[in-house]
């Protein structure tokens, strides 16, 4: 289970290079339920989620529709991590990742499967976990319980900049990290820079710069090139919430 919370949203960042600064002024709540979470085994969800890391599901059990992100357990309990779709009498599950080996569609019969919608990934804890295989895309956690939204402040992303990982209007969730020396290669982030604001990039810290990749291959940035010392600071991506109730606080 995730547990509850009520994370403030404290600004709205694009993620491109003239993206605003954040400011940590409270200006609404988005409201989360407790729910339940699935522990990702195949990189069928990749790049949006990515093997060890945790979806959250839908506390509400709606019904998905075409386009929603899901994950499916058939009566024979082949369980699997797709996008929806629905086509006449039967279900297609498409997996997101496009890359090699380029997972075949699924086709189920309605009423032959129990399906629940994915409302956001939880970047950490990611665990440590031999990856599964078609069919056997996600487990139940076993009673794991993930705090993931203590201290986590959330921004909604405008723009097309963090697709496919995040849309436009979607929350991105940030903790501040105190010391960016511990801040690993390829982790997303939320980046301050002195005299540029902040950027939302893919990063990768070096002595002498820091390099800043944009995360939307469809629209293809020249990384930026920042020296440490320009870094006022860098907010850690530790999750995505594709949809929230937020009430405006001001």
């Not at 979470?37 to 075409?66: F, S």
């Amino acid at each position: 289970m995730f547990k509850a919370a009520e994370v403030p949203v404290v600004a709205q960042a694009a993620a491109a290079r003239d993206g605003m600064a954040i400011s940590f002024q409270e200006s609404s709540l988005a409201h989360i339920a407790e729910g339940p979470v699935a522990l990702v085994k195949l990189d069928t969800l990749q790049p949006i989620a990515r093997v060890g890391q945790y979806i959250l599901l839908d506390p509400e059990e709606r019904d998905p529709c075409d386009g929603d992100l899901v994950i499916a357990e058939t009566e024979s309990g082949d369980r699997y991590t797709r996008r929806f779709w629905r086509k006449g009498d039967a279900i297609h599950l498409e997996a997101q990742n496009a890359t090699p080996p380029n997972y075949a569609p699924v086709v189920l019969n309605c009423g032959t499967c129990w399906m629940r919608r994915i409302i956001g990934v939880a970047f950490e804890p990611c665990r440590d976990i031999n990856p599964g295989a078609v069919a056997a895309e996600w487990v139940p956690p076993n009673g794991y319980s993930i705090d993931l939204l203590s201290d986590a402040v959330g921004v909604r992303v405008k723009g097309t900049s963090l697709e496919p990982i995040a849309w436009d209007d979607q929350f991105a969730l940030v903790r501040k990290c105190g010391n960016i020396a511990v801040v690993k290669p390829n982790t997303l982030a939320c980046v301050d820079i002195a005299e540029e604001g902040a950027v939302i990039k893919r990063c990768y810290p070096g002595t002498d710069e820091w390099l800043l990749c944009s995360v939307n291959v469809n629209e293809p940035q020249e990384p930026m090139r920042v020296k440490p010392s320009s870094i006022l600071n860098v907010y850690p991506l530790i999750g995505v919430l594709f949809e929230a109730v937020a009430e405006d606080q001001t």
